[in-house]
């Protein structure tokens, strides 16, 4: 069965740089939502869209930014870049909103900034 | 703001024994409550899912129990294996919103 992808699997970028991160659901999955886990801790929340339009928003930086494509694909942008974004940053997607269905997650995209 | 505590943090347990992971959160007001694995490094492998009207669910060696009124979740793992090592998180789905709160996780490992 189609899982979730996420590409790239890892990136590596400086300070100061930006960074895309993109996000492919479940065929037929309408929502989507991105967590980030730092090193050693717990994912968290950041910011999910439903039919393309913005559904919630948790702890997302100012300097992040995400959209949701008509395909339904997402994109997390990143700018200015601190060290503190190191992390593996996940996509969920989920069918219909909102959702008390499973949250299929994504392998992830490990972000490094050096 | 809901809080998800899972207890122990670390567990270590030679093969072959049955464990019990902890999990309790704050505001009893969930959608439902769902266990994952992860693997260092690695993605997250939803194990069970459990809808608040229910009070568990079942896949194979795997138990997962909600007492919602209570605020408290258990994963029964029968007969672990070296396989089973990796960290369990449990995370829940509170009612208005859309977004999982997870817990700092278990970190398993079971010695051959």
């Known amino acids: 069965a189609a899982g979730v992808i996420q590409s790239p699997r890892h990136l590596i970028k400086e300070k100061r740089e930006t960074a895309t991160l993109k996000c492919y659901p479940i065929?037929?999955?309408?929502?989507v939502y991105w967590y980030q886990q730092g090193p050693g801790q717990d994912p968290q929340f950041l910011i999910s869209?439903?039919?393309?339009?913005?559904?919630d928003k948790g702890s997302i930086p100012d300097r992040f930014s995400a959209q949701q494509f008509s395909d339904y694909h997402s994109e997390l942008n990143m700018s200015s870049l601190e060290l503190g974004d190191s992390a593996l940053y996940f996509c969920?997607?989920?069918?219909?909103?909102?959702?008390?269905?499973?949250?299929?997650f994504g392998p992830g995209t490990r972000l490094t900034v050096l | 703001k809901q809080e998800v505590t899972q207890i122990p943090a670390a567990l270590s347990v030679p093969e072959g024994e049955n464990l019990v992971l902890n999990c309790s959160f704050t505001d009893s007001a969930i959608y439902n409550l769902q266990w994952f694995r992860q693997d260092p490094g690695k993605g997250l492998t939803s194990l069970l899912l459990i809808q608040s009207s229910q009070r568990e669910q079942t896949s194979g060696r795997l138990n997962a129990s909600l007492d919602k009124s209570s605020g408290r979740s258990t994963l029964y793992i029968a007969a672990s294996q070296p396989g089973d090592s990796a960290t369990y998180l449990c995370a829940v789905l509170e009612s208005g919103y859309s977004t999982l709160t997870f817990g700092k996780g278990t970190m398993l490992l079971v010695s051959p």
């Open positions: 065929p037929r999955h309408d929502t």
């Open positions: 869209f439903y039919e393309k339009m913005q559904s």
């Open positions: 969920a997607s989920s069918f219909g909103q909102p959702s008390t269905d499973t949250q299929y």
